[in-house]
Every structure is written in structure tokens, then in C-alpha cells.
């Protein structure tokens, strides 16, 4: 099985820049897809970005697309998500969740971490 941990949330002000890392045991990393999603309050979870096994291939959700940045780290078992021009529409909890193939539906992943908090707000 695989266990992954979010970290990096905080509150920052509309224009901030945050990178969330979520770090992964118990598993063979490299054989997962790393995807983020988020969830805004009183709103569904919805994809955020993926990075293919060996990090070669990313996607992102249009409402993100030159603003953040998925990215991985096999050697150290951990994926990135850089977030910068943040938006008060960015707030949520974000989560990060591996998976066998390249989707963008959250059905498709297996394992979910806790989630972290990322809160744009003046």
C-alpha cells in the first residue's frame, strides 16, 4: 500500500506563491501517477494537476494552467505542486493521490492523502 502526506498550506494574500509537497511511503513511488485535486468549501473536489510516472508529462485543469506547476521527485518518494498567482478561487483543501494510469477523474486514484489547507484571502 502507499501512504501519502500533504504538507505546505497556509493562508497567504491573493498574488502569493505556495509549493505543496506530499511525500510517500510504503509503496513503489515511481509506479504511480501523482495527481492533486482540491476542495473548496460547500463545492465537489475537483482535478487539479497530475504528473506521469517518471515526471515527463504533466496536466492541468484550465483554472490552473500557467499558474501552477505539478512536478516529482522519485528519488525522494515526494511530489510537488508549485503554486504561484494564487487566487481567492484557489482556496481548498488540496490532496494528493496516486494512481495506476493518467486520468483526471478521482475515481481513478487509489490512494488519497490527508489534504492540506491552502486558504487566498486579503
Known amino acids: 500500500q502507499v501512504q501519502l502526506v500533504e504538507s505546505g498550506g497556509g493562508l497567504v494574500q491573493p498574488g502569493a506563491s505556495l509549493r505543496l509537497s506530499c511525500v510517500a511511503s510504503?509503496?513503489?513511488?515511481?509506479?504511480?501517477?501523482l495527481g492533486w485535486f482540491r476542495q473548496a468549501p460547500g463545492k465537489e473536489r475537483e482535478f487539479v494537476a497530475l504528473?506521469?510516472?517518471?515526471?515527463?508529462?504533466?496536466s492541468h485543469a484550465d483554472s490552473v494552467a500557467g499558474r501552477f506547476t505539478a512536478s516529482r521527485d522519485n528519488a525522494k518518494n515526494t511530489a510537488y505542486l508549485e503554486m504561484s498567482s494564487l487566487k481567492p478561487d484557489d482556496t481548498g483543501v488540496y490532496h494528493c493521490?496516486?494512481?495506476?494510469?493518467?486520468?483526471?477523474?478521482?475515481?481513478?486514484?487509489?490512494?488519497w492523502g490527508q489534504g492540506t489547507l491552502v486558504t487566498v484571502s486579503s
Open positions: 504528473v506521469s510516472r517518471s515526471g515527463g508529462a504533466t
Open positions: 493521490a496516486a494512481g495506476r494510469i493518467i486520468a483526471t477523474r478521482e475515481n481513478e486514484y487509489s490512494y
Open positions: 510504503g509503496g513503489t513511488f515511481d509506479s504511480y501517477v
